[in-house]
Structure formats: structure tokens, C-alpha cells
């Protein structure tokens, strides 16, 4: 019995239109945080740890389709993403307090 | 349909005849067994140093080799063991061999990365061997290339850096084949409940190479980059930080051990049931404990850095994850033991070997936890007692389940029986040096041997004395094991579809099985390990 | 079914599969850099003054003129496929065109910027640096890594970008069969992605 030809799923294709959106709020969210910079070291760390997993969720999601995709492909680059974020906490259980 | 319908997979070749249509085959099985006599073929070399290892330290042969020999000698038999035997180990071999034919498919999901996962596997080796002889000679740092040394050192680490680099891709190729293998092309019927252990072994280990490997890729690069063009991030004069490249070293190579081990209990899991004609006790707990094992096992690294100069904090923390990972391990071993309660046993070989990996192992893991606790620590670190625990676990765990699954899965690959009474009278010598050998060790150890010396104190000479003996005792059983199954290649009696009685798929089609694996791929109505007591299985 | 005997496994086209298999394959890349963010945190937090000192001295306006550039490759990019998924060959031809394009005017504005470093004597191994505080070494050690090793990505998705188009151009990649396109939207996105941290870590919160 042969593997069965996959479709590719017709409904889930986004138009033009999404992707002109999502790119002009992008291009917004940059610019946000350029200005934050100027404001201070403060603003500008907040913006770096607010705003760019912002910017980098919305290419995750649009650009590369994650929102169309089923649950399987979330889990594994949620678990993913997980797994850097605790590695990064364990880390700083050493950093933190040198 | 006649199993001799469908030539086996050895004897058609595809478009290309002889050499050729083995070094390019994009088929499973001939990958398999491409891994298979290249991965021994490094274990025997490994072997081989380990051997010149231990003569050294017996005084008459001490000046056989110089001190920067000897280092260079336990480096290289550090890479050649762990990157190009035990890490790479049971996956590509039996990984490949047999996951398809377990969950009832023709190949896995992309066969041709699965030749070029060879390929990065073979450039790798070479340059790990070129490296031994270029530049400035074989590196001397020991396999963990610790900073500053490794930067400053004139020995050609670069070189064995970037083949460790290259071996990398083998394995995560391998990883992101076998996933997508194990989500895309199960039988009809398989759900994952359903599905042997040996695949969810692999499923596991193949998370642990996608999302570990990298990070040592990169800090590889970082050495080589070091060394070529200065970038300081770890050189103390530069302003960089040794402990940042141990976090980042540890951060792959503590869960590297969890991909050699994690498969090598996937294939006892599936050694188990056959011989004692019962389905496997707990299956949801070893499927389960294989994924945790892969899980925790990510977030303990840094017990290898104990003494190093981390935070007291961050050094309980990481101690408390190392005695949390312990625990599903521990419930495969009940599991194990409980599948054979009550069974009837058939005893054959791989039973024996299987049970052997079951006692190594609990050794060392035992004395891994034992070191886990940080006052222990304190005083075995860099000690021969890690050099014994580390080969119980790698060798007389990973080592001995591979062994085991090469008699288990060997009248299958190759259509052939090899002697069991060879097999049988193998296992004595091997069994006695091993335990000579690297009990000795963690005696040593604990007595203060530090690891990686050229040198010892005369306190320690009857310690390595033993297990010197011990390790031609073991050697001489290793001998015996491998003449066994190379004869048995050749001359060994033809082996039915079903030698021992299994009743995974694997077993349901010829021996050795013909290039598309199954005439009709089957229906699974059934859970894995489902024996029928009364019609025979 | 196939004939036994001389035939191999039967070339199987599974969509989803190829895609898994390649976001696996993005998953390992994010690896890789993570370790370099995490080399970046760990010395962040070990020389927070230098760390400051040294992002001042990097050209910001092409940092984050860059940043429009790619994030707009990235529009077309997913244009393109869009436009092959409803069959519109010349459309996408002509955005795969222009991410390209905007990838070479990434690339060459790394490399004026680079050379404006090097000409200030700011690159690993020259005694201006070694003259600098430890933690600006190690800043400019981490700029260059880390910017070196997405440009390395930059050049080879250029060139499998390349090789997209000339299959589109052929009608390899089609309205039904495009996953070849896809799986290299996704590298090309992901290559954004890493960018989208690397400016703030070192031209603006630094």
C-alpha cells in the first residue's frame, strides 16, 4: 500500500493582503523600538524583551504560516523554543550570582 | 508469497553493482549495515588505544610512549569512542536497519539525507584521522577540548575540532529523518500506543540530536575561530570566560549521553518480551520514561562542572536535576524486571547479553548518582571514579545493548545464525575483564587516581595492574564475540524469517529481508508485543 | 505495486512530511544561534558598561536600515509563494527576484559597514582592539561571529533562492506541486528572524 498523496490544503492560503498588513506593523514595531533606544538604556532593554519575540512571533506566525498549520507543528517549535528558553534560565542560576 | 520471491536487500543492488551500489544506496538496510562495519571498525581502533592505554601504565611498558603521546592517546580514544562509535552507535545502525521494518514501512521519510547522514559521517572520521597527522599532530586536550588549553595548544586542534563539527550533521540529519519517519509513515493501524519501544526510543533520541547538536556545532566553531582569527570569547586574556565554554560544551555533551544510552534501552525493551514470551510490563511507563530521560536529561548539564566555579546556587540546582533524571531509568529497570516475572524464559544469547546491560548499567548509574551529590563530587571529580563510572554506563551500557542487539537483530540482516555457544563462551571473558577492568577504576578513584596522568603514585600500582589484566581479558572476549558473527557472515546456518519467536513486525518478513522490506504492507489491530500463546507465538 | 525484485522504495511525495522535515531542519539553526545568544547574555552580563560602550560605536542607521530591507524580503518572499500557489508564475518570478535583490543590498551593506570597522582598526586580532577593555573585545568578538555567521546564512539562501527560481521559471514548481518553495520561504524567513534579534542586541539596547 503506497503512501498516500498529500494535498496541499486549499483553504489555508492566505492572500496578498495579510502579508502587506503584517509587514507595515513590522516595519511600525522597528521603528518603535529605534525610538525606544533613543529614550534610554532602560526603554530600550524593555523593548528589546518585549518587541523583538513580538516581531519575530509575527514572522513565526504569518510569514511562515504557523497560524494555518495544525498542532503538531506549533507543539515542536513551541517545544523548541521551551527548551532554549529553560536552558537560558538554567544558565543564568549560575550567572545571576557570580 | 514465497519469502524467496523479492530478492534480499544483499543480494539486489539497485542500478549500481558491487562496491558502488553500496557506498550509494539510498535503501535503509544497506545504510544500516554501511554504519554498522564503520562503527566497529572505529570501536576497534578505540579499542586498540585503550589497550596501549592501559600497557602504559604497567611499569615495564611505561616508556612505551611519551607523556604528550599519552595524551594524545586519550584524546583520540575519547573522539573515536564517543563521536564516532557510541553517539553515533545504535541509531544509524539498528536505527536504520529496523525502524522502518518495526512500524511496518518501506523506507524512511527521506532516504537520500539518510545517505548523505553517511557521508557527513565518513568526512567527519576523516578528518578526526587527518587531524592526527597534520598541523601541529594529534590534539592532546582529552575529547572535551577544554579552553584555554585547546587555544593555546600547538597540537592540531582545529582540525579534530571541525571533524567533531562535521559529525554533527550525521546526527542531526539522522534525528530529523527518524521523526519525520516515526510521525509520517507508521502501518495503518499503528497509533502511537501501538507502536514498539525501540521507535519510541528512537523518537526521543532523535529530539535530543535535533535540538543538542547544534550547540555544540557552534561552539566548535567558536574554538576553531579562536584559533584562527583570536576572537576572545573564551580566552581569559581577551576577556572571555573557560566556564562559558564548559556551559556551552556540557549544554550538548551531557544529553549526547542520553542519545547513546536511550536507544541501547530501547533494544533491550524489545530483547525482553521475545525471550520471555510475555508483552513488555508497563509500556506507557517506558515509552513515557524514554521521552523524560531525553527531557530532564537536557537540563543537568553542568554536574559536570561542579568544581569548576559556579555559583553554590546553581550547583544545587543542577545537583537536584541529576538525582531527578535517575528516577526514569530506575522505572525502566523495574519494568524490565517485572516483563520477566513470571515469563517463560527462553534463554539465547541475547537474552544473556541484555541482562548483562541491565546489571553494567544499574552500576553506573548507581555511582552517577553517587557523584551527583556535590561532596562527593568535590573529592571523585577528574578522579578515576568518573573514567569507571563512564565506561559502565557507555560500555557496558551502550556497548552491551548494542551487542545484545546485534544477536538479536543479526539473523535478520544477514539471513544467517551465528554459534551460540560462541556467543555463550564470549560473554565469560568479556564479562569478568570488563568488571576487572573498570571496578578497579572506581576503587582507584576513590583512593584519589586522577584521571588523564601519565603517571601514578606506586599506592595505585596493584589497581591498574588489575585492570590492565583485565582489559586483555576483556579484549580476548571481544575477540571471540566478533570471529563468532563474522564467520557466522559467511558460513553460518541459513536463519529462518523467525529464529527466536518475535512477534514485531521485523519478524513477519524474510530473513534478510527483500529491498521493499514487506510484500504488502500490514494492518496493526493489535498492541505491540502481543504474544498467542495458543496458536504457536 | 512495484515488480519484486528490481524496483526500490516507491518515490512517495508526502507535503506535510517534507515540510516537518524541514521545520526540524529551521529548529536546528535556531539551535545555532542560540548558542551564540547565549555566549552574548552570559557576556553581556558579565561587562554591562563595555557591552554599552562598545554598541555606541556601531553604525546604527545601516543596522537598522538593514532591518527594513530584510523585513521587506521577507513580504516578498511570502509574495511569491502566493503568487505560485494561485498559479501566477510571472508574479512570483518577479518577487523572488526582488528578495533576492534585497538580500544582495543587505549583504552589501554589511560589507560597508565591515569595511568601515576594519578601516578603524575594530576587528578580531588587531592590536586597536587588543588595546580596548576585555569586555569590547569580547563585544566585537560576539559582532562579528554572530553577524559573520547570519551573513553565511544570507549567501546560501541567496543561492537556494536562485535555484527556486530557475525551477519556477521551468514549471518544476507549480501551483501543485510548490513545497520546494515553501520549505525555502522558511529558511529565508528564519534568516529574518535571527536578524530581528541581532538588532537591538548589538545597535540598540547595547
Known amino acids: 500500500m503506497s503512501e498516500p498523496l498529500m494535498e496541499p490544503e486549499a483553504h489555508a492560503h492566505p492572500g496578498y493582503a495579510v502579508f502587506f498588513i503584517v509587514w507595515a506593523v513590522l516595519l511600525v514595531l522597528t521603528t518603535v523600538l529605534v525610538l525606544l533606544s533613543r529614550v534610554g538604556q532602560d526603554a530600550a532593554v524593555w523593548g528589546l524583551m518585549l518587541i523583538t519575540p513580538l516581531k519575530a512571533a509575527l514572522v513565526f506566525y504569518f510569514f511562515m ?34 | 508469497m514465497s519469502a524467496g520471491h523479492a530478492a534480499s536487500y544483499l543480494d539486489d543492488s539497485g542500478p549500481r553493482k558491487g562496491i ?88 524512511v521519510a527521506f532516504p537520500r539525507l539518510n545517505l548523505y547522514s553517511w557521508y557527513f559521517f565518513i568526512a567527519g572520521a576523516l578528518i578526526a584521522l587527518l587531524s592526527l597527522v597534520t598541523g601541529g599532530g594529534p590534539a592532546d586536550t582529552g575529547w572535551t577540548f577544554y579552553v584555554p588549553f585547546s587555544l593555546r595548544t600547538g597540537t592540531n586542534v582545529t582540525m579534530a575540532v571541525f571533524g567533531a563539527f562535521i559529525l554533527g550533521f550525521s546526527s542531526m540529519l539522522t534525528g530529523i529523518n527518524f521523526i519525520t519517519t516515526i510521525h509520517r509513515m507508521r502501518a495503518p493501524g499503528m497509533t502511537w500506543l501501538r507502536m514498539p519501544l525501540f521507535p519510541w526510543a528512537l523518537y526521543a533520541t532523535g529530539w535530543i540530536q535535533i535540538l543538542a547538536t547544534p550547540i555544540l556545532a557552534i561552539t566548535l566553531v567558536l574554538v576553531m575561530l579562536e584559533r584562527i582569527v583570536g576572537i576572545g570569547i573564551f580566552d581569559p586574556a581577551k576577556g572571555g570566560d573557560p566556564l562559558l565554554y564548559q556551559h556551552l560544551f556540557w549544554i550538548y555533551s551531557h544529553p549526547a549521553v542520553y542519545i547513546m544510552i536511550i536507544p541501547a534501552m530501547g533494544a533491550v525493551t524489545e530483547i525482553l518480551p521475545t525471550f520471555a514470551r510475555r508483552t513488555i510490563f508497563g509500556y506507557k511507563a517506558i515509552a513515557f520514561s524514554s521521552v523524560a530521560i531525553a527531557a530532564v536529561g537536557s537540563l543537568v548539564w553542568a554536574h559536570h562542572m561542579f568544581t569548576s566555579g559556579m555559583s553554590p546556587f546553581a550547583n544545587m540546582l543542577f545537583s537536584l536535576l541529576t538525582m531527578v533524571v535517575a528516577v526514569p531509568s530506575a522505572i525502566k529497570v523495574f519494568n524490565w524486571t517485572a516483563t520477566l516475572y513470571k515469563g517463560s524464559i527462553d534463554f539465547q544469547p541475547p537474552l544473556l547479553y541484555a541482562l548483562t546491560f541491565i546489571f553494567l548499567f544499574s552500576i553506573g548509574g548507581l555511582t552517577g548518582v553517587m557523584q551527583g551529590a556535590l561532596a562527593v563530587n568535590v573529592h571523585v571529580h577528574d578522579t578515576y571514579f568518573i573514567v569507571g563510572h563512564f565506561h559502565y554506563v557507555m ?14 537483530w543479526f539473523p535478520k540482516m544477514f539471513g544467517r545464525m551465528y554459534s551460540k555457544r560462541a556467543a555463550y563462551v564470549a560473554w565469560f571473558p568479556i564479562f569478568i575483564g570488563f568488571n576487572m ?62 529464529p527466536w519467536g518475535g512477534v514485531t513486525l521485523e519478524w513477519a518478513t524474510a530473513s534478510p529481508p527483500p529491498v521493499e522490506n514487506f510484500e504488502v504492507i500490514p494492518t496493526i489491530t493489535e498492541e505491540a508485543y502481543t504474544f498467542h500463546p495458543e496458536s504457536g507465538t | 505495486m512495484s515488480e519484486a525484485g528490481t524496483i526500490h522504495a516507491e518515490e512517495h511525495h508526502d507535503y506535510f512530511g517534507a515540510k516537518l522535515g524541514m521545520w526540524l531542519f529551521l529548529l536546528t539553526e535556531v539551535l545555532l544561534f542560540s548558542g551564540l545568544f547565549i555566549a552574548y547574555s552570559y557576556m553581556r552580563a558579565r561587562y554591562p558598561v563595555d557591552f554599552h560602550h562598545a554598541g555606541s560605536e556601531l553604525n546604527a542607521v545601516i543596522g537598522v536600515a538593514n532591518t527594513f530591507v530584510l523585513l521587506t524580503s521577507s513580504l516578498t518572499m511570502a509574495l511569491a509563494i502566493v503568487a505560485i500557489q494561485r498559479g501566477e508564475r510571472a508574479r512570483s518570478l518577479l518577487c523572488l527576484g526582488i528578495t533576492m535583490f534585497l538580500g544582495l543590498v543587505f549583504l552589501a551593506n554589511k ?34 561571529t554572530m553577524t559573520g555567521l547570519h551573513g553565511v546564512h544570507v549567501v546560501a539562501g541567496l543561492g537556494v533562492l536562485a535555484v527556486m527560481t530557475a525551477l519556477v521559471a521551468r514549471g518544476r514548481i507549480d501551483r501543485d506541486r510548490f513545497i520546494l518553495l515553501e520549505n525555502s520561504g522558511l529558511y529565508w524567513h528564519l534568516v529574518d528572524v535571527i536578524w530581528i534579534f541581532l538588532l537591538p542586541l548589538f545597535y540598540l539596547a547595547a
Open chain 2, 395 to 408: 560500555f557496558g551500557g551502550t556497548g552491551m545493548g548494542f551487542f545484545a542487539a546485534l544477536l538479536y
Open chain 3, 111 to 144: 560589507a560597508v559597514e565591515w569595511t568601515a570597522e576594519i578601516r578603524h582598526g575594530m576587528y578580531p586580532g588587531s592590536p586597536h582592539l587588543a588595546a580596548q577593555p576585555p569586555g569590547e573585545q569580547v563585544f566585537f568578538g560576539l559582532y562579528f
Open chain 2, 20 to 107: 558502488l551500489g553500496w557506498v550509494t544506496s539510498t535503501d535503509h538496510k544497506r545504510i544500516g549495515i554501511l554504519y554498522l562495519y564503520s562503527t566497529l571498525t572505529f570501536f576497534a581502533v578505540g579499542a586498540g588505544i585503550g589497550i596501549v592505554m592501559r600497557l602504559v601504565q604497567l611499569a615495564p611498558f611505561h616508556h612505551l610512549v611519551t607523556a604528550q603521546t599519552y595524551n594524545a592517546l586519550f584524546t583520540f580514544h575519547g573522539v573515536l569512542m564517543i563521536f564516532l562509535f557510541v553517539i553515533p552507535g545504535l541509531p544509524p545502525v539498528f536505527g536504520n536497519f529496523m525502524l522502518p521494518l518495526l512500524i511496518g514501512a518501506r523506507d
Open chain 1, 65 to 98: 504560516h504557523l497560524r494555518y498549520e495544525g498542532l503538531l507543528l506549533k507543539a515542536v517549535v513551541t517545544v523548541a523554543l521551551g527548551t532554549l528558553l529553560i536552558f537560558f534560565a538554567l544558565l543564568f542560576s549560575d550567572v545571576a550570582f557570580h
Open chain 2, 437 to 498: 577492568l573498570y571496578f578497579s577504576m572506581l576503587v582507584l578513584g576513590l583512593q584519589g587516581m586522577p584521571r588523564r596522568y601519565y603517571n601514578h603514585l606506586p599506592m595505585f600500582d596493584t589497581g591498574h595492574e588489575v585492570a590492565t589484566v583485565g582489559s586483555w581479558i576483556l579484549v580476548l572476549g571481544l575477540i571471540i564475540f566478533f570471529a563468532n558473527l563474522v564467520v557466522a557472515r559467511f558460513r553460518g546456518a541459513k536463519a529462518g524469517p523467525n
